[in-house]
């Protein structure tokens, strides 16, 4: 077999067979094909698509690349994912509460993406916090903590962490075939025997519109039942950015905040209890959706819902003084305010915007070895349907770079009429 007649084929509309993405998928793995010929391979995957055969194909050869977890001494182990979003904080905040209700969270999560940050770029800003610990580790924590979330450091699906990081440099995020396949390739290969996947669509979202979230979250299902795994996919809207907070560490407070029940933004609150509630009734926990918002609700009141996290954060080596006073988080020098300049109703807060504009500011990755700054991003006061006065203050820019910030602030983020 041979890798040029691979892209050949995938250039030219054809359909790949199992043996030729099963080859590609090790090949690229050991290092035998470059980055470049992957690039390639995976812009014609980009531009003219996979059949399901293909992306089932295209999953469990990236899968099978590692080890695949046995969690199974764990008992039902819930795992979630989310397809990205700007702002999206979602597994900060929801995996210690699901954790504080007995159900074990063994999580591996990913890097940012595109234009959506990523769990592990946010744990990292943590001083301290391990994401690449082994899997002895990780079960461990798991079993005396009830929680670990890692990094894809291990030997797990090795073939993603590459193809992940590469998509990234070439804009070749926002692909069902290879959203699909990289998702499903990592819950496979990590072990839980239960996944919620969190399909986002709109502006600040790979899907734009509602029915390719569809599209996806269809494949998705389809291949979590081939592989026995149970597999509940929510759709949900990320037209504009999710919370307040966009940025490594300012989303970290920003889900610190929440599990204090300081505050909740409304758009939080609703994701965290749709897919809470959909967790809980896959771990047998409750019988209805309602039961669980008010159970994970319940846990943010508490404050249990922060107790685990201290306890994952501390047992992950991460410093939790951080945890309990926010301002020790290191703060971009420059934090300039966004000002309205007219009154009236803000009729969009531009998440695909506001996502490129954080990665501008180094929020994110241009090249795959880039080191990414855990400080700037955005603050913002008012979203989508608030009324505002001209001169108001829309939010903040976080930026250590003065010639970015007053780039950024040139941006058209709001649009107010
Ligand atoms: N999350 C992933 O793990 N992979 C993608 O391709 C997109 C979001």
Redesign the pocket.
């Known amino acids: 077999m041979d890798i040029l007649e691979i892209i050949g084929k995938k250039r030219d509309k054809l359909e790949l067979s199992r043996d030729e993405i099963f080859y590609f998928v090790e090949n690229y793995t050991c290092g035998i094909v470059t980055d470049y010929q992957a690039a390639a391979l995976v812009m014609a995957i980009y531009i003219n698509g996979m059949s399901d055969r293909e992306i089932t194909d295209l999953t469990l050869a990236m899968a099978n690349s590692g080890d695949v977890l046995d969690l199974s001494s764990l008992g039902d182990v819930v795992d979630k994912?989310?397809?990205?979003g700007v702002g999206d904080k979602v597994t900060l905040i929801l995996m210690p509460l699901i954790a504080s209700l007995g159900i074990p969270v063994a999580k591996m999560s990913?890097r940012g993406?595109g234009i959506?940050g990523g769990t592990i770029d946010k744990l990292e800003s943590i001083p301290g916090y391990n994401t690449s610990i082994d899997i002895e580790t990780f079960m461990n924590n798991v079993k005396k903590h009830g929680i670990s979330l890692m990094g894809q450091t291990l030997n797990l699906a090795p073939a993603?962490k590459k193809l992940?990081a590469l998509?990234d440099t070439i804009n070749c995020?926002a692909s069902i075939p290879?959203?699909a396949s990289?998702?499903m390739s990592?819950k496979i290969a990590a072990g839980a025997n239960k996944i919620v996947i969190d399909v986002t669509y709109g502006s600040g979202a790979?899907m734009k519109n509602i029915d390719d979230a569809k599209k996806l979250a269809d494949i998705m299902t389809r291949i979590g039942r081939l592989a026995n795994k149970e597999t509940v996919c929510i759709l949900t809207d990320m037209d504009k950015p999710l919370g307040f907070a966009v940025g490594n560490n300012l989303e970290v407070i920003e889900a610190i905040d929440v599990l204090k029940n300081r505050y909740i933004p409304k758009d939080v609150e609703e994701v965290i209890l749709e897919l809470g509630a959909n967790m809980l009734i896959l771990a047998n926990k409750v019988n209805s959706i309602d039961d669980g918002k008010a159970m994970i609700l319940e846990n943010i009141k508490n404050g249990k819902g922060f107790e685990k996290l201290v306890e994952l954060v501390s047992s992950q080596g991460g410093d939790v003084s951080y945890l309990e006073d926010t301002s020790k988080f290191k703060k971009a020098k420059f934090i300039k305010s966004i000002i309205a300049s007219k009154s009236g109703r803000v009729l969009k807060l531009d998440a695909n915007l506001v996502g490129k504009m954080s990665g501008y500011l180094g929020a994110g990755r241009i090249k795959k070895d880039d080191d990414i700054d855990v400080s700037v991003g955005f603050v913002f006061k008012k979203k989508n349907g608030d009324i505002v006065e001209k001169g108001d203050i829309l939010g903040y820019i976080h930026g250590n770079d003065e010639d970015k910030v007053k780039i950024v602030l040139k941006q058209d983020l709001f649009i107010i009429g």
Do not use: A, E, P, V
């Open positions: 994912h989310s397809t990205g990913g993406l959506t993603d992940y998509r995020t290879l959203i990289s998702i990592k790979f």
